[in-house]
T-cell receptor
Framework: ETGVTQTPRHLVMGMTNKKSLKCEQHLGHNAMYWYKQSAKKPLELMFVYSLEERVENNSVPSRFSPECPNSSHLFLHLHTLQPEDSALYLC????????????FGPGTRLTVL | GQNIDQPTEMTATEGAIVQINCTYQTSGFNGLFWYQQHAGEAPTFLSYNVLDGLEEKGRFSSFLSRSKGYSYLLLKELQMKDSASYLCAVSPAYSGAGSYQLTFGKGTKLSVIP
């Protein structure tokens, strides 16, 4: 247990569906991250939030929409996804964005049909 | 640009020693991390190097040479539970807007055999 939880652990959705991924951290951290992990590719940083404000958006398509209502919760809203978006989506947190050690959640395995 | 290279797969025998190498070319350098990731699980922190030299932590050690853009993770007295992917990640530099980014390699899948 790293103190970062994610739900659901597995998700199958059609291209026209709308779904949301949820992340919660119990570590009192101020920074939270979304990563995408595809087979045989490096972890790709998608979004960074610091104190509930987005500070990085690495050219992610608009069909992925993050939301950070408070420093403990992070959501990733999904709509009209493509099959190539199938991947493991990992949430992470750190004390702040200047603290490099990140604690990862177990991930959501997403399959887009 | 950022580039991090590490072997895709390695196999080693239980009880042996294995060294996983990582080379990097990044714009600036603010530290190198090693993470362990078991299949279907979250990456977990193993080590952090920002200065040259060897950092030892139990059965695991990590080495860094900044001038060579090179690091390795050394695992001693291998156990079956060490079978996992090992991710090398570099913090290139302060990227502005209050954030540091970690750039990850593709990971090295280590299989420990009896």
């Amino acid at each position: 247990e790293t103190g970062v939880t994610q739900t659901p652990r597995h998700l199958v959705m059609g291209m026209t569906n709308k779904k949301s991924l949820k992340c919660e951290q119990h570590l009192g951290h101020n920074a939270m991250y979304w990563y995408k992990q595809s087979a045989k590719k490096p972890l790709e940083l998608m979004f960074v939030y610091s104190l509930e404000e987005r500070v990085e958006n690495n050219s992610v398509p608009s069909r992925f929409s993050p939301e950070c209502p408070n420093s403990s919760h992070l959501f990733l809203h999904l709509h009209t996804l493509q099959p190539e978006d199938s991947a493991l989506y990992l949430c992470a947190s750190s004390q702040d964005t200047q603290e490099n050690e990140q604690f990862f959640g177990p991930g959501t395995r997403l399959t887009v049909l | 640009g950022q580039n991090i290279d590490q072997p895709t797969e390695m196999t080693a025998t239980e009880g042996a020693i294995v060294q996983i190498n990582c080379t990097y070319q990044t714009s600036g350098f603010n530290g190198l991390f090693w993470y362990q990731q078991h299949a279907g699980e979250a990456p977990t922190f193993l080590s952090y190097n920002v200065l040259d030299g060897l950092e030892e932590k139990g059965r695991f050690s990590s080495f860094l040479s900044r001038s060579k853009g090179y690091s390795y993770l050394l695992l001693k007295e291998l156990q079956m539970k060490d079978s996992a992917s090992y991710l090398c990640a570099v913090s290139p530099a302060y990227s502005g807007a209050g954030s540091y980014q970690l750039t990850f390699g593709k990971g090295t899948k280590l299989s420990v055999i009896p």
